[in-house]
């Protein structure tokens, strides 16, 4: 008997093609042709590429969204005058007496100008040849990272202005502890922000957690809290919605203040026109195509320089969770 050729086996496929062509008998090897299998027809499908790099998403900056005041500088540190003892009010002084002598004491917040820094490394190669909104995404990258460092710096009570800048809720007044260590009642919210005195009550905004948003959108048995007061009663100088005030008061919401938890100071009162940043340079990109070149890279050096610091502790107040 003559060999003429090996038959092939399933688990052969160069053979049993080879045989195919040799015999004409396709029994021995069988595969329907597929695109999911590359040596079934997946290489003759090449994929697709979305020319769109999908990126995470990052809280933006909300202390420029409330209006603190930016106080542009050329130096690394600022010294800002405020009063410390407040003038009193006029009174009412007898014909020929004396006039009330009261004078005003002042002090000074000095913000100091830190320097916020990151680095992007890549190769040469990935710069010259990536496509779709790859520069956009890096330039992306920087200003929502930027805006991450400013939520913190800012609202972190982390943030104490030691080698760094003091954030609104490290430097607020804190208020009675609330009773429970995972909630927060509705009279207790009011409280914080009746809290407030009223010469700087024409500005106020609350910062929260999301989650801890979501609580008091929750409550029910207090709806009169928590949207507006429907209209058409009481007299001239009945307010709209006077108690409504996670409707009439913005609410901010970052990461960077706490779920509410023992001893935690989940939510912020905040009058933004005192609390200052003091910005001595924006986002500020350099490319150096040198410090990296034995190892084929490019460094893309970010900085920004700035500093922040509340100017009166009467202007935020923190709330303060049981113990």
Do not use: C
């Amino acid at each position: 008997i003559k060999k003429v050729t090996d038959r092939g086996f399933a688990d052969d496929e160069v053979k049993s093609f080879l045989h195919w062509i040799r015999t004409g008998d396709d029994k021995p090897y069988k595969a329907a042709m597929q695109g999911q299998t590359d040596s079934e027809g997946g290489y003759a499908v090449p994929d697709d590429f979305y020319n769109q790099i999908v990126a995470k998403r990052n809280e933006v900056s909300i202390a420029r969204q409330m209006g603190v005041q930016i106080y542009p500088t050329t130096l690394d540190r600022v010294l800002v005058p405020v009063e410390d003892t407040a003038a009193t009010k006029f009174v009412v002084t007898a014909e020929e007496g004396s006039y009330d002598e009261n004078e005003p004491t002042l002090n000074q917040v000095a913000i100091t100008v830190h320097k916020l820094t990151k680095l992007i490394k890549m190769s040469e190669e990935l710069e010259a040849d990536a496509r779709g909104n790859f520069g956009a995404y890096i330039a992306n990258i920087w200003g929502r990272t930027l805006g991450l460092a400013e939520n913190y710096y800012f609202f972190n009570i982390a943030a104490n202005g030691s080698s760094q800048p003091q954030s609104a809720t490290y430097a607020a007044t804190t208020t009675t502890a609330v009773a429970s260590q995972t909630a927060t009642t509705a009279a207790e919210l009011l409280d914080l922000i009746y809290a407030m005195p009223s010469a700087y009550s024409d500005k106020m905004v609350l910062v929260m957690r999301r989650s801890v948003l979501g609580k008091f959108r929750g409550l029910t048995g207090n709806p009169f809290s928590f949207i507006p007061t429907p209209s058409g009663a009481g007299g001239a100088n009945t307010t709209p919605g006077m108690a409504g005030y996670l409707h009439d008061v913005p609410v901010y919401v970052t990461d960077n203040l706490p779920a509410q938890a023992a001893a935690n100071k989940p939510i912020l009162l905040l009058n933004p026109d005192f609390y200052m940043i003091a910005e001595r340079e924006g986002l500020n990109v350099q490319r150096n195509p040198y410090l990296y070149q034995a190892t084929v890279q490019i460094g893309f050096f970010a900085r920004a320089r700035m500093g922040g610091a509340l100017l009166q502790s009467e202007a935020a107040y923190v709330l303060v969770s049981k113990t």
